[in-house]
């Protein structure tokens, strides 16, 4: 079973109001976008995320679903959601992996690419 059942996007976002750079707190939001783009319904069953920060701190993050859900894609559905992350540092990257199972019950992964976490750039 190829990996290409899921079509995977991600876009992230710097929370301010949330962060406290003087205490070295950076917080992320990431919205990830999942497409089925088989022809076979699939769910995703877990995840697994590893964090690294710019000291190279790496935090990985394994656990059943996303925000508490296991979704059932039928081809051409999507799912999306966020989550969020607080780094040390002001730049990071995640990168990972989703478990998905087909209807007809075979496993396969899907390969998150790696994403940058970053301040947004500022003019002065």
Same mark, same amino acid.
């Given at each position: 079973? @190829? @990996?290409?059942?899921?079509?995977? @996007?991600?876009?992230?976002r710097y929370i301010?109001? $949330?962060?406290? /750079?003087?205490?070295? @707190?950076?917080?992320?939001?990431?919205?990830?976008?999942?497409?089925?783009?088989?022809?076979? %319904? !699939?769910?995703? #069953? !877990?995840? &697994?995320? #590893?964090?690294?920060? !710019?000291?190279? &701190? #790496?935090?990985?993050?394994?656990?059943? =679903? *996303? *925000? =508490?859900? $296991? /979704?059932?894609?039928? /081809? %051409?559905?999507? +799912?999306?959601?966020?989550?969020?992350?607080?780094? !040390?540092?002001?730049? =990071?990257?995640?990168? %990972?992996?989703?478990?998905?199972?087909?209807?007809? %019950?075979?496993? +396969?992964? *899907?390969?998150? /690419?790696?994403? *940058?976490?970053?301040?947004?750039?500022?003019? &002065?």
């Amino acid at each position: 079973m @190829s @990996s290409q059942v899921f079509d995977v @996007s991600v876009t992230t976002r710097y929370i301010d109001d $949330q962060s406290a /750079p003087d205490r070295g @707190s950076y917080v992320f939001t990431y919205s990830v976008t999942i497409k089925n783009t088989g022809q076979v %319904g !699939a769910q995703l #069953i !877990a995840r &697994h995320w #590893i964090i690294t920060d !710019a000291n190279n &701190h #790496i935090e990985e993050i394994r656990g059943l =679903g *996303v *925000v =508490g859900r $296991q /979704p059932l894609l039928k /081809p %051409g559905e999507e +799912f999306e959601y966020t989550s969020g992350t607080a780094l !040390a540092t002001p730049q =990071g990257s995640m990168q %990972g992996e989703f478990l998905c199972v087909t209807e007809k %019950g075979e496993q +396969f992964r *899907v390969s998150i /690419p790696e994403f *940058v976490l970053s301040l947004p750039r500022t003019l &002065h």
